[in-house]
T-cell receptor, first 115, second 116 residues
Framework: AQSVAQPEDQVNVAEGNPLTVKCTYSVSGNPYLFWYVQYPNRGLQFLLKYITGDNLVKGSYGFEAEFNKSQTSFHLKKPSALVSDSALYFCAVVLSSGSARQLTFGSGTQLTVLP | NAGVTQTPKFQVLKTGQSMTLQCAQDMNHNSMYWYRQDPGMGLRLIYYSASEGTTDKGEVPNGYNVSRLNKREFSLRLESAAPSQTSVYFC???????????????FGPGTRLLVL
């Protein structure tokens, strides 16, 4: 069974500092990995995904994530945080083989960027 | 282009009542999904429809039914609501149910359901 872990429920960072939101996954095959962001009272918005190729993936709003197969991680990063980045972030995984194609989500990390 | 829309935005039900959550997408997507979001648990898949005319159970289907009315619309029905179904429900769609699962899913704004 596939699973995703976001070890930090809450991450606080000062505006202008780099931010990292952690994600680790467990699958028995090759994963497709996604990051979504949820602003208050809104649906999830797609940020970026890793399918294959370059391990460093660049996405929306200046975010990027690095796929690390040996550490089974897909951490979300941004060089300089903005107050407007404050939101709930979800990592998700799909197993690239098999019939279900179901996204499995982590429990979410609340990011707060302090002015 | 509205993307994925959901109605209602908020609903209060009494235990045992029934209701249908509506979802529509205008992106000509083939696949649609229903999730529930509970605190500290991320999103869990209730049902999905890989293409028009097909539906399948997800991780937590008990107590729910779905109908893929046409390519645009995918409804979720609670026949006899229970307090455990208090949650935020999200509909999503993606272009294809491909052989790779690569397709990005696009989410609606959600329906907040309270069952008393």
């Amino acid at each position: 069974a596939q699973s995703v872990a976001q070890p930090e429920d809450q991450v606080n960072v000062a505006e202008g500092n780099p931010l990292t939101v952690k994600c680790t996954y467990s699958v028995s095959g090759n994963p497709y990995l996604f990051w979504y962001v949820q602003y208050p009272n809104r649906g999830l918005q797609f940020l970026l995904k890793y399918i294959t190729g370059d391990n460093l993936v660049k996405g929306s709003y200046g975010f990027e994530a690095e796929f690390n197969k040996s550490q089974t991680s897909f951490h979300l990063k941004k060089p300089s945080a903005l107050v407007s980045d404050s939101a709930l972030y979800f990592c998700a995984v799909v197993l690239s083989s098999g019939s279900a194609r179901q996204l499995t989500f982590g429990s979410g990390t609340q990011l707060t960027v302090l002015p | 282009n509205a993307g994925v829309t959901q109605t209602p935005k908020f609903q209060v039900l009494k235990t045992g009542q029934s209701m249908t959550l509506q979802c529509a997408q205008d992106m000509n997507h083939n696949s649609m999904y229903w999730y529930r979001q509970d605190p500290g648990m991320g999103l869990r898949l209730i049902y999905y429809s890989a293409s028009e005319g097909t539906t399948d159970k997800g991780e937590v289907p008990n107590g729910y039914n779905v109908s893929r009315l046409n390519k645009r619309e995918f409804s979720l029905r609670l026949e006899s609501a229970a307090p455990s179904q208090t949650s935020v429900y999200f509909c999503a769609s993606s272009a294809y149910w491909t052989s790779g699962g690569q397709e990005t899913q696009y989410f609606g704004p959600g329906t907040r359901l309270l069952v008393l």
